[in-house]
């Protein structure tokens, strides 16, 4: 099987994609994945190291655009559609998946032109512009959240959670690693975050007294890297601060409380990693879709959430302070997330790719399928 993954530009869309990828390659030795995005998001990097091809188009953001990168992304656009032709002749999948970004639109379409099964994942309760339009087309959606059902067309959707990397289901059997102080992981996405960086610097002026007793694990983006080491070193607080945290898995591990966005794809991770957390979700997401995201983890008591807006150094700090203190709370937290954790996503998305192959083009996929369409040799009389 030969499966297509379209889409990218940030962590959240990607990650599921690789999980996807990862079960994929690790069913058969001659299955493959290719990936398509865009050189501008973060898959230009990550993809080539999970060893995965990958091919570019030049696709642009529409929804939220000023006037001159909106005019600049339709004019992009025959140009993405007809390099996504270009890709798909050249790979020929049997499957095409969505993932969401600015790829994934052109290349779903295309294949969807072309007669490919197609599919899409949406990771939000609230699904992005480009997953409701290409949900009409599609003949599967895999969602993570219940809510995000209603988007799409009934009997489409397929309610499988949002899948996870595999370095990552080590922590479903191994949550935690032992450690001597109260570790607290803290990281906005994979470009860091503003916000979150400059309240948990406020925060340590109201920790002081338990320094002794706390570590950070903190991954700042690129911008606030010097700004955040310089703000524990100042105060005398243990912590290793990174632009990018490269092993997650490990990170997990290592932690006892994390404080984050609630991007979909970070609460899949904390769930299937059995994580308390203290969720900020990110302000300006499109239709606010990581508040929703994050509403289901406070309801079933895996998290605390605050606005940005809201919360200052001191709040962060006292609610830091009470999970440390109070061990039973914090262990119930980790109970209601491993709860919500669905580690199977990876597994129940390839399965349906094969069932769609094998619907389109039977049990040997296009190759099969090619064979019998290839005219035979007239005999000469």
Avoid at 135 to 155: C, D, I, L, N, Q
Avoid at 204 to 229: A, C
Avoid at 308 to 325: D, N, P, S, V
Wanted: proline share 4%; net charge positive; aromatic share 6%.
């Amino acid at each position: 099987m030969k499966v297509l993954i379209a889409g990218g530009g940030t962590g959240g869309h990607l990650f599921p994609g690789i999980a996807l990828a990862e079960e994929v390659v690790t069913r058969h030795h001659k299955n493959e994945v290719v990936f398509v995005g865009t050189e501008r998001g973060l898959e230009a990097r990550v993809v080539p190291q999970a060893g995965f091809p990958l091919e570019f188009i030049r696709a642009r953001g529409l929804k939220g655009k000023g006037l001159g990168q909106l005019l600049l992304g339709l004019l992009t656009l025959p140009l993405a559609f007809l390099e996504s032709f270009r890709i798909l002749q050249k790979h020929k999948p049997d499957v095409v998946v969505g993932v969401g970004g600015y790829a994934s639109g052109p290349v779903v379409m295309a294949a969807w032109m072309l007669g490919i099964p197609t599919a899409v994942q949406e990771q939000n309760a609230l699904p992005g512009m480009t997953n409701k339009i290409l949900g009409k087309f599609v003949k599967v959606v895999f969602t993570a959240f219940e809510e995000a059902r209603s988007f799409f067309p009934e009997g489409k959707v397929q309610l499988v959670g949002n899948p996870i990397r595999r370095k990552l289901m080590d922590n479903y059997l191994r949550s935690h690693v032992a450690h001597q102080h109260f570790s607290v992981l803290v990281f906005g996405g994979s470009l860091g975050a503003k916000g979150i960086n400059q309240r948990v610097v406020e925060a340590l002026d109201s920790l002081q007294d338990l320094k002794g007793q706390l570590s950070f694990v903190h991954q700042t983006g690129k911008n606030d890297l010097e700004m955040v080491r310089k703000g524990y070193a100042d105060r005398g607080f243990q912590a290793e601060v990174v632009e990018f945290i490269d092993d997650m898995s490990d990170a997990y591990a290592r932690s006892d409380l994390v404080v984050c966005r609630a991007g979909a794809t970070t609460l899949a991770e904390l769930t299937v990693c059995k994580k308390a957390s203290i969720l900020i979700p990110f302000p300006y997401a499109t239709d606010d879709h990581q508040a929703v995201n994050a509403r289901a983890m406070v309801e079933a008591g895996a998290a605390l959430m605050f606005r940005e807006a809201e919360l200052t150094g001191q709040m962060l700090a006292e609610h830091i302070r009470l999970l440390k203190t109070e061990p039973a709370r914090l262990k119930q937290m980790e109970k209601k997330a491993a709860l919500l954790g669905r580690p199977e996503a990876s597994k129940e998305l390839a399965d349906v790719c094969v069932d769609l192959m094998v619907k389109a083009y039977g049990p040997n996929g296009r190759e099969r399928a090619a064979k019998a369409e290839t005219p035979k040799p007239s005999r000469s009389k």
